[in-house]
């Protein structure tokens, strides 16, 4: 069975930082592109960042600088390291396997001022 779980989320203040985990269930092949999506409060969902097998990685100029993705292979974990947070980044936030097209079930982020 394929599947994302995400983790991680909740309430955090401004300036402040979270680590987003998203374990994949998934088989091997569906690791080769795995990328970080959100949805903010009426607003549609967004690109965040993206990591490839060889290591190359990609990320919404909104969060550049800010926010580091990275993956563990031996504990088949994608994960979000988001730092210097502002109000701006509340929302939902999904992993995903590009190479399978599976979504996690999302794993929320608020951050207050």
């Known amino acids: 069975q394929v599947q994302l779980v995400e983790s991680g989320g909740g309430p955090v203040q401004a300036g402040g930082s979270l680590s987003l985990p998203c374990v994949a269930y998934v088989y091997s092949f569906c690791t080769y592109y795995l990328s970080w999506y959100r949805q903010g409060p009426g607003k549609e969902r967004e690109f965040v960042s993206a990591i490839g097998s060889d290591g190359n990685t990609r990320y919404a100029d909104s969060v550049k600088g800010r926010f580091t993705i990275s993956h563990d292979n031996a504990k088949n974990t994608l994960y979000l390291q988001m730092n210097s947070l502002k109000p701006e980044d509340t929302a939902m936030y999904y992993c995903?396997?590009?190479?399978?097209?599976?979504w996690g079930q999302g794993t929320q982020v608020i951050v207050s001022t």
């Open positions: 995903k396997s590009e190479s399978c097209q599976r």
